[in-house]
């Protein structure tokens, strides 16, 4: 199991990080939390993906990710 922590620029509202949660929760190996208040997403992974996956794909809904701890 791995940690991550995901800051996300765009998202302005429960709907978007409902939007943002679910997108990353539809990943195979993700379990994400979204906190619209730190405009961050908190993951658990149970297997290897890389940053560059988890990014486009918030990119491919219209947020940035701008950071990847």
């Not at 996300?8 to 943002?20: E, P």
């Not at 379990?31 to 996956?53: G, H, R």
């Amino acid at each position: 199991m791995t940690e991550k922590t995901l800051q996300i620029k765009g998202m302005s509202c429960g709907h978007c990080s409902a939007r943002v949660e679910k997108v990353l929760n539809a990943i195979d190996g993700v379990n994400a939390k979204v906190d619209l208040e730190s405009n961050s997403a908190k993951l658990i992974l149970s297997k290897e993906i890389s940053d560059e996956a988890l990014k486009t794909a918030v990119d491919n809904i219209g947020y940035e990710v701008v950071g990847v701890k």
